[in-house]
T-cell receptor, first 117, second 114 residues
């Protein structure tokens, strides 16, 4: 079974600084998908970024980027120029590829990120 | 609709009562997922629908839990004879097809069993 590990339960950073959240996963598959979701106090899970394992290029979305190290099974999220609205729980998630018969998301335990004004 | 909606937003019930939680997926999305988020267990998968059928019910914790989906749209998660350990946030997500990798989540239903 796939597992996802987030080793940083809590982090805090000053506004405008850069922060990196760590995620490692375990799978025997070669093709899969990885995601970062954000969950603010409103409880709504919001997709931040996704990465297809067959793509070597790291995904980026504005201030958010990932460092995907397939051999190391590592998938970290970097938030640049952090803003107060980035304060939230961040979850790393894994999904098998289409047709595998198991399209559920497997989540890590989350990292609570606080941006300090 | 613009996004996934869930109702009620919050539900307080007494131990032993039945509850129904509703999910309206994004219009046109054929795949629908239920997850549970609790302090002790984190985020865990419950059940997945493709259209009206449920190919994967592996996450349902007991036979007190059931779910259905009608018309390929609205889904209802039913918990019978609720227990205190059922207290959690129940999240619903949908995706365009089961083989589309991005799942979009609703705001969840917070269930408290007294």
């Amino acid at each position: 079974a796939q597992t996802v590990t987030q080793s940083q339960p809590e982090m805090s950073v000053q506004e405008a600084e850069t922060v990196t959240l760590s995620c490692t996963y375990d799978t025997s598959e070669s093709n899969y998908y990885l995601f970062w979701y954000k969950q603010p106090p409103s409880r709504q899970m919001i997709l931040v970024i996704r990465q297809e394992a067959y793509k070597q290029q790291n995904a980026t979305e504005n201030r958010f980027s990932v460092n995907f190290q397939k051999a190391a099974k590592s998938f970290s999220l970097k938030i640049s120029d952090s803003q107060l609205g980035d304060t939230a729980m961040y979850f790393c998630a894994f999904m098998n590829p289409p047709g595998f018969g198991n399209e559920k998301l497997t989540f890590g335990t989350g990292t609570r990120l606080t941006i300090i004004p | 609709g613009a996004g996934v909606s869930q109702s009620p937003s919050n539900k307080v019930t007494e131990k032993g009562k039945d509850v129904e939680l509703r999910c309206d997926p994004i219009s046109g999305h054929t795949a629908l997922y239920w997850y549970r988020q609790s302090l002790g267990q984190g985020l865990e998968f419950l059940i997945y629908f493709q259209g009206n059928s449920a190919p994967d019910k592996s996450g349902l914790p007991s036979d007190r839990f059931s779910a259905e989906r009608t018309g390929g749209s609205v889904s209802t998660l039913t918990i019978q004879r609720t227990q205190q350990e059922d207290s959690a946030v129940y999240l619903c997500a949908s995706s365009l097809w089961s083989n589309q990798e991005t799942q979009y989540f609703g705001p969840g239903t917070r269930l408290l069993v007294l």
